[in-house]
């Protein structure tokens, strides 16, 4: 496995680290288990977890805290971490650090200044995250915030003239039609509706976000593909972009809001609670996200959108019918498929025609079968609730 250097470039691990290939097979196979029963762990727990609190955050009686400035502070204590985690990398050297982020920020301006577009968009779409959970169930945000899969393979399509099998293909129309069916629920008053919610502009936020989120996480990829550098120097640059553009952001929504009642107003330990789990969490969900191959981020997905819908029930007596039921299934579902790999895939579609009567096609004999398609995705911006994270950077 990869590891980060001191430098912040990716090298492979030395003769003195402890890599799979020196451990027993049975030894690294039990600790490679272990680590994607963690990894599946750290992703439903910070799935659920972070709209679970931020519903819980903005529906709870008394003062509400200003979103915006949330935003800003997430962003704020993105940035330090990593700053202190690349410190750590310098061995605590100060020199070395202020001249590798002269090196890599300053001097090499133009990777910095790519990323302030998706900085942006990234801020934009946290903000529109807090419209969506104040205004939807966080059940019905969990399903219909996976449209951004939809989108993002869209513009996958487009911007990098990826292809998708035709089992990619119907999954993201099941996908569709699941969000659709949650959606016609919503609208149909699944349930007991505070007054101050409108369904309306949560449905417009989410799909704004989604749309951002899969645009994003693409054109991230697409300029930053070849480009050297940590996870830590990318989120950082990424935190001082949006701590900049947060800052606007609140200037422009809520500046004299802010300006009257103070940056911390009706901020309590639940607020604090979502800014810590936006800031921190993402990142470990960062750390951990490369023990997780596509189909275990997929399960994660599911169980996130099921534990989102107990806990909802329980904490904000959310309503469960049969429209409900329906389709976040069809979204559980789609969302499997569309993470399996290209060769369980075309398993699944050659059992399928096979159930459905004899191939017209066969392979001649002494032929070799064809190459295999790529089933590489580019799936940067498709981890769950990840939007503000690079979790890989090509060639680093």
Not at 161 to 172: G, H, V
Not at 194 to 208: F, H, S, W, Y
Not at 228 to 240: A, F, H, K
Request: charged share 10%; glycine share 10%; proline share 5%.
């Amino acid at each position: 496995m990869a590891a980060v250097g001191s430098g912040g470039s990716t090298a492979a691990a030395g003769p003195g680290a402890v890599s799979a290939g020196t451990l027993e097979p049975g030894t690294a196979s039990a600790a490679h288990r272990r680590l994607k029963y963690i990894s599946l762990a750290v992703l439903v727990v910070q799935n659920a977890s972070l709209i679970l609190s931020i519903r819980y955050a903005r529906t709870l009686p008394g003062d509400r805290f200003f979103a915006t400035t949330a935003v800003v502070m997430a962003e704020v204590l993105k940035g330090l971490t990593c700053l202190l985690l690349l410190f750590a990398q310098k061995r605590g050297n100060v020199k070395h650090l202020v001249l590798f982020l002269h090196e890599a920020v300053l001097v090499q301006y133009v990777d910095t200044l790519k990323l302030a577009v998706p900085s942006l968009i990234y801020t934009l779409q946290n903000n529109l995250q807090y419209v969506a959970i104040s205004n939807l169930p966080a059940a019905t945000f969990q399903v219909t915030y996976q449209l951004k899969i939809l989108t993002t393979a869209l513009f996958s399509v487009f911007m990098l003239n990826r292809s998708l099998s035709r089992l990619q293909w119907a999954s993201l129309l099941l996908l569709f039609t699941g969000v659709a069916i949650v959606q016609a629920q919503q609208a149909g008053g699944g349930g007991p509706r505070p007054p101050d919610q409108n369904p309306g502009a949560g449905l417009a936020a989410v799909v704004a976000s989604c749309l951002s989120s899969g645009f994003a996480g693409v054109y991230f990829e697409k300029i930053l593909k070849g480009s050297s550098g940590s996870v830590w120097l990318r989120n950082l640059q990424l935190g001082l972009f949006g701590t900049a553009l947060g800052l606007v952001g609140l200037w422009w929504a809520e500046g004299t809001a802010v300006a009257r009642r103070g940056f911390f107003f009706g901020y309590t330990p639940a607020v604090w609670g979502v800014v810590l789990n936006q800031a921190f969490g993402g990142l470990l969900v960062a750390v951990v996200v490369k023990y997780a191959d596509n189909i275990l981020k997929g399960f994660a997905t599911s169980l996130s959108i099921v534990l989102s819908t107990v806990a909802s029930i329980r904490l904000f007596g959310f309503h469960v019918d049969l429209l409900f039921t329906l389709g976040a299934g069809l979204v559980i579902g789609a969302v499997y498929l569309y993470s399996l790999p290209r060769g369980a895939a075309k398993a699944i579609a050659s059992t399928s025609a096979s159930a459905s009567g004899p191939c017209t096609h066969q392979q001649p004999p002494g032929q070799p079968p064809p190459p295999q398609l790529s089933s590489h995705r580019g799936d940067l911006s498709t981890e769950p609730f990840l939007p503000k994270l690079l979790t890989k950077v090509k060639g680093s």
